[in-house]
């Protein structure tokens, strides 16, 4: 949500378990990490190369000649994908492509339902905000953001100074160019390093399965394994005609890369040596233990309540109307992912006593300080200030976690935000009018409503009284405790549950600015928003932050004793949503006893599923016929067609889309999931359990070719049989 209204905006809310979680010093296995692309050689390319891999550290990072790392990119804001033509043909998600389907389907064309192929290029549907990213160089500058810091310096002075270096240093990279760049801490501060990037916003939706195929299985199999799963979509690239990025026109050309993966169809093998190149978004490794306390019994419990109750909302509308059901089947996809995987997170912490193993591996971090005097001096109470911050900070904790899921998702709330902040900067009203056009496109009211009732009575179950806004009396009050009845009044109320009524508010901005800006202020949902974010703003977040900050300190100091205590191991840092390397082997597992995961699915399981009878279960007709005939072309392998695959390489939430490789760098499959057994793996990695889930390269190839009968896009990639 956007921060609005008389205070100043504040960095981005996130809960203890999300920012400054660190765990103590354990022993790597082969299969874990998120490894710097840039400093393999130095880190792990000789147990890749023990492991299998058949290539050098410049073939997957190099700024000398073309390599991987140039067919790898961000695709949109929070997903990768990779390059897999000489003409700018791009395989992400479906997951991840989903939204700019949904954004071109209708109940006339229900893109969604029925899948979309593009059969010329004229045909390719551009997509307004979507963009992907290559990562052009990364470089080590440290020393740079370190000048001028000082020991002892005000720690405000301190933040400021490094804030500067950071700006002149991306000034320096982008200054004269096309090219955006980033600086991003790792090791908790202890190194940076800067990321240089090449944007392209011209992309073009060229194809999509139905959902029935890109999300079989939707939520019951969401996060589970045996997977059955056609999770892919394609996009094309295009440029100006100096190969640039440009904005969308009709005359740009498909973009021509650096480098494009070629395809291994072959197949793969339990045992098979794998690896994953994309931007895992975040994960917090080096937990301290009343950190992982705090997500297992705390935290994460409430915000699977809240997602629950507003996902039981959303469920009810959208099966009363297809109209609602692509408006809010997106929206409500967002919601089930993190939902499910944290049920998993707190299944597998609890299964590895995750907590009992922190406080152990605590005791020998101190084992290991008491060692040695210098030690000592330098890291000795490390453990004691984090249980005192700790302690002071979870107070805070409740607060926040219902900020980012209980009134950050209200709809009504995030556009009355979105508005003023547009209004106060002037944003031309025509730009406005564009904004709102979106906005109501996929709003539906009654749906909102009931969220918001709900989430205000969850505010009421669990904040204390001293943050609870005033209006909370009146719903005491005047409604007798009645949530669903004040929020029928207040959205009756509200200028902005009325799409027609905002037009007449902004064409008012035209004329007065000042007056429509008034009159947005005095509505009814930003004066209750107002009371949440003044509270907020006072009592919770200067608390929070600068208890985070003081965290953030410490985790520095410890990061830095980690990496000391472990100089023949490597220590690898905590995903930052920057490029990062992970490998593996594909292999089953146990997730309990008794039982035995292989390490591969097909098409036979996917249709025993079908067969249950479920909504999640349903199937193409096409499908269906090609299963009964068994017309797999020259993708399947004897008589049946593979679909999905597992293996042990370390991913994130980000990794969707990522390239799985086999050891010669070519692409065998799409990487969309974990397994829910482990999805603690963003804080406690077990390599007996975790295992990522790919989609086989070779049912995407038959998806296309034979069900959509979009085979003539393979004859532009480069495919080993």
Same mark, same amino acid.
């Given at each position: 949500?956007?921060?609005?209204?008389?205070?100043?905006?504040?960095?981005?809310?996130?809960?203890?378990?999300?920012v400054?979680?660190?765990?103590?010093?354990?022993?790597?296995?082969?299969?874990?990490g998120?490894?710097i692309?840039?400093?393999?050689?130095?880190?792990?390319?000789s147990?890749?190369?023990?492991?299998?891999?058949?290539?050098?550290?410049?073939?997957?990072?190099?700024?000398?000649q073309?390599?991987l790392?140039d067919?790898?990119?961000?695709?949109?804001?929070?997903?990768?994908?990779?390059?897999?033509?000489?003409?700018?043909l791009?395989?992400?998600?479906?997951?991840?492509g989903?939204?700019?389907?949904?954004?071109?389907?209708?109940?006339?064309?229900d893109?969604?339902?029925?899948?979309?192929?593009?059969l010329?290029?004229?045909?390719e549907l551009?997509?307004?905000?979507?963009?992907?990213?290559f990562?052009?160089?990364?470089?080590?500058v440290?020393?740079?953001?370190?000048?001028g810091?000082m020991?002892?310096?005000?720690?405000?002075?301190?933040?400021?100074?490094?804030s500067?270096n950071?700006g002149?240093?991306?000034?320096?990279?982008?200054?004269?160019?096309?090219?955006?760049?980033?600086?991003?801490?790792?090791?908790y501060?202890?190194?940076?390093?800067?990321?240089?990037?090449?944007?392209?916003?011209?992309?073009?939706?060229?194809?999509?399965?139905?959902?029935?195929?890109?999300?079989?299985?939707?939520?019951?199999?969401?996060?589970?394994?045996?997977?059955?799963?056609?999770?892919?979509?394609?996009?094309?690239?295009?440029?100006?005609?100096?190969?640039?990025?440009?904005?969308?026109?009709?005359?740009?050309?498909?973009?021509?890369?650096?480098?494009?993966?070629e395809?291994?169809?072959?197949?793969?093998?339990e045992?098979?040596?794998?690896?994953?190149?994309?931007?895992?978004?975040?994960?917090?490794?080096?937990? *301290? $233990?009343?950190? #992982?306390r705090?997500?297992? &019994?705390?935290s994460? +419990?409430?915000?699977?309540?809240?997602?629950t109750? %507003? @996902?039981?909302?959303?469920?009810?509308?959208?099966?009363s109307s297809d109209?609602?059901?692509?408006?809010y089947?997106?929206?409500?996809?967002?919601?089930t992912?993190?939902?499910?995987?944290?049920?998993?997170?707190?299944?597998?912490?609890?299964?590895?006593e995750?907590?009992?193993?922190?406080?152990?591996?605590?005791?020998?971090f101190?084992?290991?300080?008491?060692?040695?005097?210098?030690?000592?001096?330098?890291?000795?109470?490390?453990?004691?200030?984090?249980?005192?911050?700790?302690?002071?900070?979870?107070? *805070? $904790?409740?607060? #926040?976690v219902?900020?980012? &899921?209980?009134?950050? +998702?209200?709809?009504?709330?995030n556009q009355?935000s %979105? @508005?003023v902040?547009?209004?106060?900067?002037?944003?031309?009203?025509?730009q406005l009018?564009?904004?709102?056009?979106?906005?109501?496109?996929?709003?539906?009211?009654?749906?909102?409503?009931e969220?918001?009732?709900?989430?205000?009575?969850a505010?009421?179950?669990?904040l204390?009284?001293?943050?609870?806004?005033?209006f909370?009396?009146?719903?005491?009050?005047?409604?007798?405790g009645?949530?669903?009845?004040?929020?029928?009044?207040?959205?009756?109320?509200?200028i902005?549950?009325?799409?027609?009524?905002v037009?007449?508010?902004?064409?008012?901005?035209?004329?007065?600015?000042?007056?429509?800006?008034?009159?947005?202020?005095?509505?009814?949902?930003?004066?209750?928003?107002?009371q949440?974010?003044?509270?907020?703003?006072?009592?919770i977040?200067?608390?929070?932050?600068?208890l985070?900050?003081?965290?953030?300190?410490?985790?520095?100091?410890?990061?830095?004793?980690?990496?000391?205590?472990?100089?023949?191991?490597?220590?690898?840092?905590?995903?930052?949503?920057?490029?990062?390397?992970?490998?593996?082997t594909?292999?089953g597992?146990?997730?309990r006893?008794?039982?035995h995961?292989?390490?591969?699915?097909?098409l036979?399981?996917?249709?025993?599923?079908?067969?249950?009878?479920?909504?999640?279960?349903?199937i193409?007709?096409?499908?269906?016929?090609?299963?009964?005939?068994k017309?797999?072309g020259?993708?399947?392998?004897?008589?049946?067609?593979?679909?999905c695959?597992?293996?042990?390489?370390?991913?994130?939430?980000?990794?969707?889309?990522?390239?799985?490789?086999?050891?010669?760098?070519?692409?065998i499959?799409i990487?969309?999931d974990?397994?829910?057994?482990?999805?603690?793996?963003?804080?406690?990695?077990?390599p007996?359990?975790c295992?990522?889930?790919?989609v086989?390269?070779r049912?995407?190839?038959?998806?296309?070719d034979?069900?959509?009968?979009?085979?003539?896009?393979?004859?532009?990639?480069?495919?080993?049989?």
């Open positions: 949500m956007v921060r609005f209204l008389k205070f100043l905006c504040p960095p981005r809310v996130g809960t203890l378990l999300m400054i979680l660190i765990h103590g010093p354990m022993i790597l296995k082969a299969e874990e998120m490894w692309p840039m400093l393999l050689e130095r880190t792990q390319l147990q890749m190369q023990e492991a299998g891999l058949r290539l050098s550290a410049e073939d997957i990072y190099s700024i000398n073309d390599c790392k067919a790898v990119v961000i695709f949109g804001n929070g997903c990768t994908g990779e390059i897999i033509s000489e003409e700018g791009l395989l992400t998600n479906h997951h991840c989903e939204g700019a389907v949904q954004s071109h389907s209708s109940v006339e064309n893109y969604l339902t029925h899948g979309f192929w593009a010329s290029r004229d045909k551009p997509n307004e905000r979507l963009s992907v990213t990562l052009r160089y990364m470089k080590d440290t020393s740079q953001v370190q000048e810091i020991p002892g310096m005000d720690p405000q002075v301190r933040e400021r100074t490094i500067e950071m002149r240093l991306i000034l320096e990279a982008t200054s004269g160019t096309y090219l955006d760049a980033t600086v991003k801490p790792f090791y501060g202890n190194e940076y390093y800067l990321f240089v990037y090449e944007k392209f916003t011209d992309v073009r939706l060229v194809g999509a399965p139905p959902v029935s195929i890109g999300n079989f299985g939707g939520d019951t199999d969401n996060w589970m394994w045996p997977r059955h799963t056609g999770d892919f979509s394609l996009f094309r690239i295009y440029a100006d005609r100096e190969n640039r990025p440009a904005a969308f026109n009709p005359s740009n050309q498909p973009y021509k890369p650096r480098k494009s993966l395809i291994a169809a072959g197949g793969v093998a045992g098979d040596f794998t690896m994953i190149l994309g931007y895992p978004g975040s994960t917090t490794e080096y937990l *301290y $233990s009343e950190g #992982v705090i997500n297992l &019994e705390e994460l +419990p409430l915000r699977v309540r809240l997602r109750t %507003r @996902m039981e909302i959303m469920d009810k509308w959208m099966k109209e609602v059901r692509i408006q089947t997106t929206k409500y996809r967002r919601l992912n993190a939902w499910k995987k944290w049920q998993g997170a707190i299944l597998g912490l609890n299964r590895l995750a907590v009992e193993r922190k406080i152990g591996e605590e005791e020998a101190m084992k290991w300080v008491n060692a040695s005097g210098e030690r000592q001096f330098m890291y000795d109470g490390i453990l004691d200030r984090f249980s005192q911050l700790y302690g002071e900070i979870i107070r *805070y $904790s409740v607060a #926040v219902l900020m980012e &899921e209980a009134i950050e +998702p209200v709809e009504l709330f009355v %979105r @508005m902040v547009l209004m106060r900067q002037g944003v031309d009203p025509v009018k564009s904004q709102a056009e979106r906005f109501y496109k996929n709003f539906f009211l009654p749906v909102d409503r969220i918001f009732a709900a989430m205000i009575s505010c009421q179950e669990h204390s009284d001293q943050f609870l806004p005033g909370f009396s009146e719903i005491r009050e005047k409604y007798r009645d949530f669903n009845g004040f929020a029928e009044d207040t959205y009756g109320k509200s902005f549950s009325d799409k027609d009524k037009m007449r508010i902004l064409e008012l901005y035209e004329r007065n600015p000042g007056e429509a800006l008034e009159r947005l202020l005095e509505d009814p949902v930003a004066v209750y928003l107002n949440f974010m003044e509270i907020y703003m006072v009592a977040n200067p608390a929070h932050l600068e985070q900050a003081q965290l953030g300190m410490v985790y520095k100091t410890y990061m830095r004793a980690l990496v000391e205590m472990s100089p023949e191991k490597g220590v690898y840092p905590d995903a930052n949503f920057t490029m990062r390397l992970s490998y593996g594909v292999q597992y146990e997730p006893d008794g039982v995961y292989q390490y591969t699915t097909t036979d399981g996917l249709m025993e599923k079908w067969g249950e009878g479920s909504e999640d279960y349903t193409p007709e096409k499908l269906s016929q090609l299963y009964r005939e017309d797999y020259r993708y399947g392998v004897d008589g049946t067609m593979p679909v695959f597992i293996a042990s390489n370390h991913t994130s939430g980000g990794n969707s889309g990522s390239p799985v490789l086999d050891a010669e760098g070519r692409l499959g990487n969309f974990r397994n829910w057994e482990g999805t603690m793996s963003d804080i406690l990695y077990d007996s359990l295992r990522n889930i790919a086989d390269i049912y995407v190839l038959f998806i296309m034979k069900f959509a009968g979009a085979g003539y896009l393979m004859d532009e990639m480069n495919i080993t049989w």
